[in-house]
């Protein structure tokens, strides 16, 4: 057991303090800021009842505040970055304590009940969460996941002593006291038996409420007869009661009720405070209606502006290549083998230009060298998907080793050279699981035993295999949650018997995330004592036993951010890539040696006059057409827009019977190389000619950039970032776990290098880091992003994503349960300015609508990419969903109502999916089809997708409208599309960048 001053270290004593003058700063904010949002209701907010009844504390977008009983303004008792939750009052009603994020895990502190300086109770690794005070004051309870999934632990608060009231295997949280304090009760979501539980410290477990429906927020009634929580079912988020004697229940609230899930407090043995429908809510037992307490939170928001970053369209200099993937070094250290600009090249050492080994307009992708040096084994689309090939370097010569219905990536040699290690991807590819497999490289048909194997059931999103020397085991990077009720965890390293023993976790870091889960390590060195592996963005190295057991203490190689290491053949040195630059490291005396190479690309402009004669033009800014007009294009850009004139000069486009709108922006995707070539044409396919890519490996994402813009493949342009800016637990492949200031300043310093549009912070970044990463982002001219709004937009945070979305929380402060979004978050939204990519598709619209119209998978382009395994995996999938959740249809009309809200309040609004979670290209559609159905008009549908979409990334200047000066990016379309947005997937013809490309070549493979 650990006493309170244990538990407080020296650091944290000295955060604590930095809090207090946080506190100070943003009272004095309040101040002098120009806009002033009065908030009326609160999105999943919780309360709690005073002991004497006279105040009520909430915990609104993250902030404490105190509100009187009675109703009135609410005065804030915590600063705006800490992500205060779930508030509870001490017995004596001196002090508030709650579960707090601001050192980026959440733990239990209290703030005295007048506000001021908040005090730490519980610390470490481990997140503390949902704290109730006992009725004596003398302990609190709360849930942890610190015995590696969720229990019930309790704090006792005179000499700090942490006992642990529940050790199920499953996940039991939400706790509170019974009145007398002698009993606890919890939610579980034991398998065999979930529900409400009851126990007594040290006493014996008891189910009052066996129930399958989402629970929360158990409170006991005053007399203790009662235990009142919420159950959230397929068709209601209500408040519902059990009797303790003989667990009977009872539904006390309405369908209509959208009840928050939270404790309820009592104003009398029978008069309770609860949360629902964004407001405070007093209600006495038996009773059908509730009286509601009004309150309103002044909320100061900033008037900031910065200078954006500029884009220069018209550039006809060399760049150079910075999309370097997977650089890897021969064994005898002479070469190195890359892929850039869709094809595979060798630098030789000694020289600064590479040869160009593939040439082509497919893609073939992340070459390995075989231990003698020989061959090339990597991944190419040329056959339709990626399949494994072998390249023999003496002759020339190409092998296909292994096809596979689906997309496969990342082979690795085995040390002996018999065997290829590849993964077998599923449709989301890097953003899903990946099956390992070998294939036998000495395969002939007269052998029995089977070309390919597979070695591992799927993993989640792993780095690329490593062989240990003997070729037993195989180590990967893979993902450690924390528990099994909140996904996220830290990227260790997985160990993998090829002889039949069982997985092993191992860590050189404890509890600290490797790299993103790409090419970053382990890898295993060839003699097979040592593991290098990038941490905290750094090469480190480790000794390892010939299992893969990690012995000693691990060394750092570098000083400078650094990714891919690769091993040369005798062990003693490795390939890097620094940022942009390639170096080698030896491991004898650290020495560091860079490797110059020229290699440049240039943005393909076409020349020439197009004459686009359309009968109707939507130009993006006017809510009706122009009629009869000729479009003229010189070059990449638009000259002029004049009525149609018979005769002109330039190649003509008749387009005097359809419909010519701006290219489409899909303003949330994640992409992969493993997808191929054909992703470009996809997207074109479907009208879209600018993606915005708010998370990626940064050399992944240059690689689609450079090729699309230099016409190496078509494709449309793109706006991107590097790895999702997490903070000390992460969850996909790509998310980067920051875990300093100096690791932070390296990844900073790497977006400038390497261009990117954007910055998106992830769900377990803290706010005081959200906020320096913004104002260096804003320094530098690029727009941050985020899944939060408050106090992200405090602090100018340029934009959010998901109305719903992925939450640390366990339910958002955006949208509940029942799809509904309040007062708060409309117009939060609306006053500061923040620009929302709703994902509506991805949050039940693109199943919602497939459910409505099969007709809707019968579209052009999609049976054109997508096969009919996917197709029917996909139409399965959302009939089960619909299936098991009859209120589904209900439910997402109110995240419709939401969207229509946010656009009537005057919030920025831009369409995006989170393809490829729903398919891309068609999702983009099916979202523009969500905002009319949603009660918004085709043109206020297609702006959201065009101008609106442009002025966020920042480039209005040049793209999101038809206007002279503008780029070349426009959509001949078949129909009306600003009366039948449905119209605007029947594309004929595609223009971007002034380059014409008729569907029917976009949907052929070349």
Known sequence: MKSIPELINPRAALFGLILFFLFITQLKANTIDSIRVTVTEGTNMAADLSPDKSKIVIDLQGTIWIVPATGGVAKPITDNLGDCRQPSWSPDGNQIVFHAFWDGRYHIWTVPATGGKPKQLTSGIQDDREPQWSPDGKRIVFSSDRSGNYDIWQLTLANGQLTQLTTDSGNDFNPAFSPDGSRVVFVSDRTDAPGIYVTAPGGSEKIVSPSNAKLAGPAWQPDGSHIFYNALTKSQSGLETVSVADNKT???????????????SWFSSDEYLYTANGLLKRRKIGSKTAQTIPFQAIIALPRNRYKRKTYDFDSQQPQVVKGIKGATISPDGKQIAFAAL??????????????????????????????????????????????????????????????????????????????????QSDARN?????????????????????????????????????????????AVSALHPYSSRYREGVSEVLLISLDGKNDRYVSPALAHSLATRGQNGPVWSPDGTKMAYVLDGLLWLTDVKPDGSIVGTP????????????????????????????????????????????????????????????????????????????????????????????????????????????????????????????????????????????????????????????????????FFTGGLTDGTRIYYGAATSINSDEQLDRELNRSVRLGYDLIKTYVRMPDAMQQRITTFAHAH??????????????????????????????????????????QDVIQLLAKSGMNITPTASLQGGFS????????????????????????????????????????????????????????????????????????????LHTELQCFVGAGLTPYQALRSATLWAAETVGVSKDLGSIEPGKLA??????????????????????????????????????
């Open 848 to 923: 919602v609508l497939g459910t409505k119209d099969p007709s809707l998978y019968e579209n052009r382009q999609y049976r054109a990419f997508y096969s009919e395994e996917y197709n029917n995996t996909l139409q399965a999938g959302a009939a089960q969903y619909a299936k098991l959740s009859p209120g589904y249809l209900t439910n997402f009309g109110n995240l419709q109502k939401g969207v229509k809200a946010l656009v009537d309040a005057g919030a920025h609004v831009t369409t995006g999916t989170d393809s490829p979670f729903v398919p891309y290209g068609l999702s």
């Open 250 to 264: 009872q539904m006390l609230t309405e369908v209509a009720d959208d009840v928050f899930p939270f404790r309820v």
């Open 781 to 822: 001219g690029m727009p941050v992003s985020s899944h939060e709004i408050f106090p992200a937009m405090r602090y100018d945070v340029d934009a959010v994503e998901h109305i719903g979305g992925t939450s640390r929380r366990g339910y958002s402060p955006k949208i509940t349960a029942m799809n509904r979004s309040y």
């Open 342 to 423: 869709g094809d595979l090249w060798i630098l030789a050492k000694g020289t600064k230009s590479p040869e160009r080994i593939t040439q082509g307009p497919t893609m073939e992708l992340e070459p390995n060298w075989s231990p003698d040096g020989t061959k090339l084994v990597y991944v190419s689309d040329r056959n339709g998907n990626m399949d494994v090939w072998i390249r023999d370097l003496k002759t020339g010569q190409d092998k296909l080793l292994s096809d596979m219905a689906d997309d496969l990536h990342y082979p690795t040699w085995s040390p002996d050279g018999s065997k290829v290690a590849f993964y």
């Open 969 to 1006: 990016d426009l959509v001949i379309v078949n129909g009306d599309p600003l009366t039948k947005i449905t119209d605007a997937l029947n594309v004929e013809q595609v223009i971007k960048n002034g380059q014409v490309m008729p569907i029917d070549r976009l949907l052929t493979r070349p």
């Open 555 to 718: 060394r750092q190689l570098t000083s400078e951010q650094v990714d891919t290491p690769t091993w040369t053949g005798d062990s003693k040195s490795l390939l890097v890539l620094a940022t942009d630059v390639l170096k080698q490291v030896y491991v004898a005396d650290g020495r560091i040696e860079v490797i110059p190479m020229d290699l440049a690309w240039k943005i393909s402009q076409p020349t020439g006059t197009v004459v686009v004669h359309a009968g109707r033009l939507f130009d993006g800014k006017s809510a009706t057409y122009r009629t009869n007009v000729d479009i003229l294009i010189d070059g990449h850009r638009i000259k002029a827009i004049e009525p149609h004139k018979a005769g002109r000069t330039g190649t003509l486009i008749d387009a005097s019977t359809k419909t010519v709108i701006p290219g489409l922006f899909e303003m949330h995707t994640h992409q992969h190389s493993m997808v191929g070539e054909k992703i470009g044409r996809l997207w074109l396919s479907f009208g879209i000619t600018s993606i915005r890519e708010p998370g990626a490996d940064p050399y992944d994402a240059l690689e689609r950039k450079e090729s699309w813009a230099s016409g190496v493949r078509p494709g449309p342009r793109q």
């Open 430 to 474: 890097a953003w899903g699981r990946s099956t390992l497999y070998t294939a036998d490289v000495t395969y002939t048909a007269d052998v029995t035993v089977p070309k390919t194997q597979k070695i591992h059931e799927s993993i989640f999103v792993p780095s690329q295999a490593t062989w240990s020397a003997d070729g037993r085991t195989i």
